[in-house]
T-cell receptor
Framework: KQEVTQIPAALSVPEGENLVLNCSFT??????LQWFRQDPGKGLTSLLL?????REQTSGRLNASLDKSSGRSTLYIAASQPGDSATYLC????????????FGKGTKLSVIP | DGGITQSPKYLFRKEGQNVTLSCEQN?????MYWYRQDPGQGLRLIYY???????QKGDIAEGYSVSREKKESFPLTVTSAQKNPTAFYLC?????????????FGPGTRLTVT
């Protein structure tokens, strides 16, 4: 059964710092990996989707990489801002038929002004 | 504006009552999903539907039921058989049920059962 782990569970950084969030998954046979952002009490906002054949995706200050063979992904946030404060969730689709997302528990990011 | 709407935002019910959560999308997406989120846990899939009049159980379907009579609507009923119904419920959709399509999420409904 696929398991997704995100480390650390919480992270606090000063404004302007570059940072990396980590995601690992136990079954490397994934179709894709998706990074989401969740603000308190809100739904999820999709940030980046990486197909299994891709190594990375970029959107603005965000860059996500995927190393499928080692079961790892990283989300790099450049020049962090207080508005980046949120919980970041990693999820993978694996297994035939259901195409369901398996989520990690998230990393809660606080960017201090 | 295209998107996914969930109503209501907050819902309160007494134990033993069934309650239905609404999910509507105007994105013309074929696939729709229901997830449950509990504090300190990742989201878990309850049910999903790849096409109208078809739906499949996810990992935690016990105590829940769904219908998919229209493409744009995928309501979730939390029955009295669900032992721990208090949670944050999120609906999602994707343009295609295949594995390479991004899932988009609604704003969620927070259900409290006392």
């Amino acid at each position: 059964k696929q398991e997704v782990t995100q480390i650390p569970a919480a992270l606090s950084v000063p404004e302007g710092e570059n940072l990396v969030l980590n995601c690992s998954f136990t079954d490397s046979a994934i179709y894709n990996l998706q990074w989401f952002r969740q603000d308190p009490g809100k739904g999820l906002t999709s940030l980046l989707l990486i197909q299994s054949s891709q190594r990375e995706q970029t959107s603005g200050r965000l860059n996500a990489s995927l190393d499928k063979s080692s079961g790892r992904s990283t989300l790099y946030i450049a020049a962090s801002q207080p508005g980046d404060s949120a919980t970041y969730l990693c999820a993978v689709i694996s297994g035939a038929g259901s195409y369901q997302l398996t989520f990690g528990k998230g990393t809660k990011l606080s960017v201090i002004p | 504006d295209g998107g996914i709407t969930q109503s209501p935002k907050y819902l309160f019910r007494k134990e033993g009552q069934n309650v239905t959560l609404s999910c509507e999308q105007n994105l013309n997406h074929d696939a729709m999903y229901w997830y449950r989120q509990d504090p300190g846990q990742g989201l878990r899939l309850i049910y999903y539907s790849q096409i109208v009049n078809d739906f499949q159980k996810g990992d935690i379907a016990e105590g829940y039921s769904v219908s998919r009579e229209k493409k744009e609507s995928f309501p979730l009923t939390v029955t009295s058989a669900q032992k721990n119904p208090t949670a944050f419920y999120l609906c999602a959709s994707s343009i295609n049920p295949g594995p390479n399509y991004e899932q988009y999420f609604g704003p969620g409904t927070r259900l409290t059962v006392t």
